[in-house]
């Protein structure tokens, strides 16, 4: 498991490096503009809705109380449960 991230994380640096000698500069997207280009991405569709919801802080997402919504069990930036 740690392998693999390294490995994603290798992977991540070399591309990243690849676009900077290319001269590429890479987009950075909101959550609700990564929602508008996936349309079919249910992940994306719940982080712009959350981060939206929250007046695009990524923090309060985090921190959101309303257990009664629909969307609090698939939320993003959840702290992580320890066992
Ligand atoms: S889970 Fe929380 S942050 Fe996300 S939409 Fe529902 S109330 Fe808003």
Redo the contacts with the bound molecule.
Sequence with gaps: MQETSINNLAKANEKKQLMKDLGITPERLDPAEKARRNPNSRRQAIYA??WD??CEQSKE?RL?P?VD?S??RF?PYQPQKRE
């Design positions: 809705k959350c919801c929250c997402i959101c309303s919504c969307l609090f939320r």
